[in-house]
């Protein structure tokens, strides 16, 4: 049971990740094409950035933090490099965006201990909610919106 919540909660922090991402893709490709990585102006904070919000919601110990932005670093590498390989279809593209970002939280949640995952779950769901809302259009935002909290 536990697995199962476990991952119902990963594959949603997934899509959550994924679609800003996949929007910032199409939305570069609708503007100018010199622009490059243009589509990460809006996306998430850098690695360093990441890993001090960690810092500050999970109270990450030191060896946390560096085990944290090496594994932040790994998935913005490895998101650079896909954004960039124009030989995959869109579709297969967010696949394997969601699957890097898949494999990034499983890291950092077995770096956790149990006060942590708990909070680590926590953001996860409440970044799940602010997507679901921020696609199906929040009644009391007016179509304004704050951005995502940051994971």
């Known amino acids: 049971m536990f697995k199962q919540c476990l991952l119902i909660v990963l594959a949603a922090s997934l899509i959550a990740v994924a679609a800003p991402l996949a ?17 990460w102006r ?18 990450l110990t030191s060896d946390q933090q560096a085990k944290v932005q090496g594994i932040l670093e790994s998935e913005h590498s490895q998101m650079e490099t896909l954004h960039q390989d124009n030989s995959m279809s869109q579709q297969d593209r967010r696949s394997k965006m969601m699957d890097i970002h898949k494999n990034s939280d499983t890291q950092i949640r077995a770096l956790l201990d149990s006060t942590q995952q708990k909070k680590w779950d926590e953001m996860q769901a409440k970044r799940e909610q602010w997507m679901q809302n921020r696609h199906q ?15």
């Open 42 to 59: 809006h996306g998430p904070p850098d690695p360093a950035q990441r890993t001090q919000e960690l810092t500050k919601r999970l109270n």
């Open 137 to 151: 259009g929040s009644p009391n935002s007016g179509g304004q919106q704050s951005p995502p909290p940051q994971l």
């Open 23 to 39: 929007a910032a893709q199409d939305s570069q490709s609708n503007s100018q094409p010199s622009q490059p990585n243009a589509s």
